[in-house]
């Protein structure tokens, strides 16, 4: 199956669909590093390196089975300055524009959980109409609230009856709960062409904080199993009978992946005396702040972050039991967000992370697009006289 990948950054959902069995026409990324990362570690993609407000998508002729992408996540960000519509960076526009110029079979857009906030619910349902009518084009000069009107207006109307695609009510993962070593949790727009028999749903939970804290202090086959004595505050005894009630009455899932078991095969990068892993370089300066405390290592990491200027202080790094702190290297960053560990990452120390504070895990990104897989697979097509949103 073929795809397009628009606002690749470093690749991680690019490599997530890869590996979910999709071919790449090609990966548009407009930033430098990121794209000498792409070239380096698929040297077979055809990396285009452009703002896609020039691109034509044209060229790339229609009807491809999947467009994919992250828009920049700055408008929406909690960290960011919440302008959405009012930011330049906002290029949900541009994703819509390639859907609508190419008419793929499906699409693929993610971004960061502060967009499913309640100050951007009026804007997330635009972003949801615009994909379902995406040939509804704003007018030059419209307000985007204008052109929400007209959307509404056309789906409560006679156009509903003729949706363009099907989309999915956005939602929101967390990677943890799908074995990824980070507490990280992105919203997903899914749809998929009228004319698709898609059957599609979300994937569905792999494992599961309750579990980990079941084997930590219940079974104690965490500590026990890596030969160390509990770093962390044992929860309380209702808290625990809790826990054990509704593990009694459910399938079992797997426990969240830690941090310490992300990177335990890695040398600690301080007491280094050559570098032999790629990426794996101690950097100093790491120090706390109120707020930005460091990821304790018998947990998922906390959310990687980019950071307007490179890496922010007192992200991306590790609060030791002893209480000191370190840097994670940008392979171990890597690793958290689960990218394959031969991939290198070009640039500099600032720049690498900046490119994996921006990705979205690369086995989140299996899981979602595998479900899109699957079901443009199975998939009838429907006559498009009968094409009816269900």
Same mark, same amino acid.
Request: hydrophobic share 35%; charged share 25%.
């Given at each position: 199956?073929?795809?397009?990948?628009?606002?690749a950054?470093?690749?991680?959902?690019?490599?997530?669909?890869?590996?979910?069995?999709?071919?790449?026409?090609?990966?548009?990324?407009?930033?430098?590093?990121?794209?000498?990362?792409?070239?380096r570690?698929?040297?077979?993609?055809?990396?285009v390196?452009a703002?896609?407000?020039t691109?034509?998508?044209?060229?790339?002729?229609?009807n491809?089975?999947?467009?994919?992408?992250?828009?920049?996540?700055?408008?929406?960000?909690?960290?960011?300055?919440?302008?959405?519509?009012?930011?330049?960076?906002?290029?949900?526009?541009?994703?819509?524009r390639a859907?609508?110029?190419?008419?793929?079979?499906?699409?693929v857009?993610?971004?960061?959980?502060?967009?499913?906030?309640?100050?951007?619910?009026?804007?997330?349902?635009?972003?949801?109409?615009?994909?379902t009518?995406?040939?509804?084009?704003?007018?030059?000069n419209?307000e985007?609230?204008?052109?929400?009107?007209?959307?509404?207006?056309?789906?409560?109307?006679?156009?509903?009856?003729?949706?363009?695609?099907?989309?999915i009510?956005?939602?929101?993962?967390?990677?943890?709960?799908?074995?990824?070593?980070?507490?990280?949790?992105r919203i997903?727009? =899914?749809?998929? %062409?009228a004319? +698709?028999?898609?059957?599609?749903?979300?994937?569905? @939970? $792999?494992?599961s904080?309750? !579990?980990?804290?079941?084997?930590?202090w219940?079974?104690?086959?965490?500590?026990?199993?890596?030969?160390?004595q509990?770093?962390?505050?044992?929860?309380?005894e209702?808290?625990?009978?809790?826990?054990?009630?509704?593990?009694?009455?459910?399938?079992h899932?797997?426990?969240? =992946?830690?941090? %310490?078991?992300? +990177?335990?095969?890695?040398p600690?990068?301080?007491? @280094? $005396?050559?570098?032999?892993? !790629?990426n794996?370089?101690?950097q100093?300066?790491?120090?706390?702040?109120?707020?930005h405390?460091?990821?304790?290592?018998?947990?998922p990491?906390k959310?990687?972050k980019?950071?307007?200027h490179?890496?922010?202080?007192?992200?991306?790094?590790?609060?030791?039991?002893?209480?000191?702190?370190?840097?994670?290297?940008?392979?171990e960053?890597?690793?958290?967000?689960?990218?394959?560990?031969?991939?290198?990452?070009?640039?500099?120390?600032?720049?690498?992370?900046?490119?994996?504070?921006?990705?979205?895990?690369?086995i989140?990104?299996q899981h979602?697009?595998?479900q899109v897989?699957?079901?443009?697979?199975?998939?009838?097509?429907i006559?498009?006289?009968?094409?009816?949103?269900?």
């Amino acid at each position: 199956m073929k795809s397009l990948e628009i606002f690749a950054g470093a690749g991680g959902l690019a490599l997530g669909t890869e590996q979910a069995g999709f071919e790449h026409v090609a990966v548009i990324e407009w930033n430098l590093d990121a794209c000498a990362t792409l070239r380096r570690n698929r040297p077979g993609w055809d990396v285009v390196q452009a703002d896609v407000r020039t691109i034509q998508y044209s060229q790339w002729g229609t009807n491809l089975d999947l467009i994919a992408g992250g828009p920049p996540c700055q408008p929406f960000s909690i960290g960011g300055r919440h302008k959405a519509w009012d930011d330049n960076r906002d290029m949900f526009p541009e994703a819509i524009r390639a859907v609508r110029e190419i008419r793929p079979k499906a699409f693929v857009f993610e971004n960061v959980r502060g967009l499913a906030r309640e100050k951007f619910t009026t804007y997330r349902e635009y972003i949801q109409l615009q994909l379902t009518y995406p040939s509804l084009v704003r007018k030059s000069n419209e307000e985007w609230d204008a052109h929400l009107i007209r959307l509404e207006k056309h789906h409560t109307g006679t156009g509903g009856r003729n949706p363009e695609y099907k989309v999915i009510p956005p939602r929101v993962l967390n990677a943890a709960d799908y074995g990824v070593p980070q507490k990280r949790e992105r919203i997903f727009f =899914v749809g998929f %062409r009228a004319d +698709i028999n898609a059957n599609f749903s979300f994937p569905t @939970q $792999t494992h599961s904080s309750e !579990e980990l804290t079941y084997q930590k202090w219940v079974a104690k086959t965490y500590w026990e199993a890596r030969g160390i004595q509990p770093t962390q505050v044992r929860p309380s005894e209702k808290m625990l009978e809790r826990i054990v009630r509704n593990r009694e009455q459910c399938t079992h899932l797997k426990p969240w =992946v830690t941090l %310490r078991d992300c +990177i335990s095969d890695l040398p600690d990068p301080r007491f @280094q $005396t050559t570098v032999e892993i !790629e990426n794996h370089i101690f950097q100093s300066g790491a120090r706390p702040y109120p707020g930005h405390s460091g990821s304790v290592l018998d947990e998922p990491s906390k959310t990687l972050k980019a950071g307007a200027h490179g890496v922010p202080g007192g992200e991306n790094m590790i609060a030791y039991p002893d209480g000191t702190y370190r840097y994670l290297t940008v392979r171990e960053s890597a690793k958290v967000q689960t990218f394959p560990d031969e991939i290198v990452f070009e640039g500099s120390w600032s720049e690498a992370m900046r490119q994996l504070g921006n990705a979205v895990p690369v086995i989140l990104a299996q899981h979602v697009t595998s479900q899109v897989a699957t079901a443009l697979y199975n998939a009838n097509v429907i006559p498009l006289e009968n094409s009816r949103c269900l």
